[in-house]
């Protein structure tokens, strides 16, 4: 009887290991994604008044991070794309640096200027990312549309 009993307990002990060694893992949950390209498939080529945005030739485009209040987070000017037309698109800046979102319940925008050398520069347009929205299913790339203005984050999520 004791050899039955001792018998019993070792099969209950294996299938209880077998479920533990059945059970789904926890999914992963990431809280952070870092940007590695920015790409601008669209903008318009003709500011708020109807006119072009250089004189003689298409706008020199440049984007910055911003929050939603306006405070630049990254200014990218020195990247600026030069006489941009409609053939040229879509622009493309790779990050050599990742640009870290360590909180993604924040917006985060991407916002595109036409640079000036002797004005202030216009504002083209803007489109704001809040990467919580997307964390359903975690995508390398995410695209969003404001308007005329059309942009792809690329990156990893950690």
Not at 4 to 24: F, R, S, T, W
Not at 68 to 85: C, M, Y
Not at 95 to 114: E, H, K, R, S
Request: with cysteine; glycine share 6%.
């Amino acid at each position: 009887m004791r050899k039955i009993h001792i018998a019993g307990c070792i099969i209950l002990l294996l299938l209880n290991a077998c479920k533990k060694k059945n059970k789904d893992p926890e999914p992963i949950r990431y809280t952070n994604f870092k940007i590695l390209k920015i790409t601008v498939h669209s903008i318009p080529f003709k500011d708020k008044n109807g006119e072009d945005w250089d004189l003689l030739d298409g706008p020199d485009v440049f984007y910055k991070m911003e929050t939603e209040n306006g405070q630049v987070i990254f200014d990218g000017v020195t990247s600026k794309k030069e006489d941009v037309t409609s053939k040229d698109l879509p622009l493309n800046w790779d990050f050599i640096t990742a640009y870290p979102i360590t909180n993604i319940n924040v917006t985060q925008f991407v916002t595109l200027y036409d640079h000036d050398t002797f004005n202030a520069n216009d504002l083209i347009g803007y489109v704001g990312f809040k990467l919580s929205d997307y964390s359903s299913d975690y995508p390398k790339q995410i695209t969003k549309t404001i308007g005329d203005i059309s942009i792809t984050i690329s990156g990893e999520w950690y």
